[in-house]
């Protein structure tokens, strides 16, 4: 998977590349310099669908953890899953460990991460599907979102067989047996590590369907939340669009990006889409691909924010932890 990888990332960069230079810089940077540092505020507007997507992790979680802690842990999550060069659990790993600074049980917190992310799963496949109707309904189109639908068809059964073979028990266990013969019952990557007591964890939350329903509507909630940032950033590029377009817009966007997952950042693979799907809707090539950008400045900026306050929440801890020993002694 790692070569696939570093495979995509140069034929992202280069498609992404030749739009631009197809397009011409200077008006992109004309269309973009219109729209001016209102723009900015796109990048602490993120900050609220990434809000109603952790208070669905609060939730899981039993609200062992405050959830501004919890928000913080969010957005280091989503900038190391999206601009680091890591496997797509990445994100993940790091949200555990950090979750780890409040609440110590480590099967709970992974238990609580593991459910989260099926249920991310869950909602992006309603998100995409709602999008498609629309995009149909709108624009009274179905070729050109054809392929998007197929493959979202195709992929479903993959989402299920891993919600099954979770809810079923035990493959965690058997995953931690099977390290044990591979690494032995001393190596380091195992210490603390309890396959068994992570299955129940994870069956007594599968086995909750009105929180399970909960935190599937507030993450729901935040992706329609985040296809605001479409609308708002068209109508500062002069060319708005209706709320429907744009949530169509994104839902398609993030169903393309998902299937690239190959692709780190989706790099190429996103901005196509968007390019596309937005002139769907009567926008025009340059703006539409002005969107894109935008979208990725966005992401990049409010990315490297949490991961600046990643480090320094590191030190922080290090130091805190190092006073606490010394204290001790």
């Known amino acids: 998977m790692k070569w696939l990888q570093w495979a995509g990332l140069p034929v992202g960069i280069a498609i992404l590349i030749g739009l631009v230079l197809h397009e011409g810089v200077a008006g992109l940077i004309q269309v973009i310099g219109q729209a001016?540092?209102?723009?900015?505020?796109?990048?602490?507007?993120?900050?609220?669908?990434?809000?109603?997507?952790?208070?669905?992790?609060?939730?899981?979680?039993?609200?062992r953890a405050s959830l501004v802690f919890l928000w913080w842990v969010a957005t280091v999550r989503e900038a190391v899953s999206r601009l680091l060069p890591v496997a797509g659990i990445g994100g993940e790993i790091v949200g555990i460990r950090l979750a780890r600074w409040r609440v110590t049980d480590l099967s709970g917190v992974s238990a609580s991460v593991i459910v989260e992310v099926m249920v991310t799963m869950a909602v992006q496949y309603a998100f995409s599907a709602l999008a498609l109707i629309l995009i149909v309904a709108s624009t009274h189109r179905a070729d050109g979102v054809g392929t998007i639908g197929l493959a979202l068809l195709l992929s479903l059964p993959l989402p299920v067989i891993a919600v099954v073979l979770v809810r079923r028990g035990g493959v965690f266990h058997a995953i931690e047996r099977w390290a044990v013969k591979l690494l032995g019952a001393s190596s380091s990557l195992l210490q603390g590590m309890d396959g068994r007591q992570l299955d129940a964890d994870i069956d007594a939350l599968m086995c909750r369907a009105g929180l399970l329903m909960r935190a599937f509507l507030w993450q729901l909630g935040g992706y329609l939340l985040g296809a605001f940032e479409a609308y708002w950033a068209l109508q500062l590029l002069g060319h708005p669009v209706s709320l429907t377009a744009?949530?169509?817009?994104?839902?398609?966007?993030?169903?393309?990006?998902?299937?690239?997952?190959?692709?780190?950042?989706?790099?190429?693979?996103?901005?196509?889409?968007?390019?596309?799907?937005?002139?769907?809707?009567?926008v025009d090539r340059e703006v539409a691909l002005s969107l894109a950008l935008v979208k990725r400045m966005r992401e990049v900026l409010f990315g490297c924010a949490a991961l600046v306050s990643w480090q320094v929440a590191e030190v922080w801890w290090r130091n805190s932890s190092s006073r606490v020993v010394g204290v001790g002694e």
């Open 36 to 63: 001016g540092y209102a723009l900015l505020w796109l990048v602490p507007f993120h900050a609220l669908p990434l809000l109603l997507d952790a208070y669905a992790w609060h939730l899981l979680l039993g609200r």
């Open 246 to 282: 744009a949530l169509a817009i994104e839902g398609l966007t993030q169903a393309v990006r998902h299937a690239a997952f190959f692709v780190p950042a989706g790099v190429g693979v996103q901005d196509v889409a968007v390019v596309l799907l937005a002139q769907l809707f009567g």
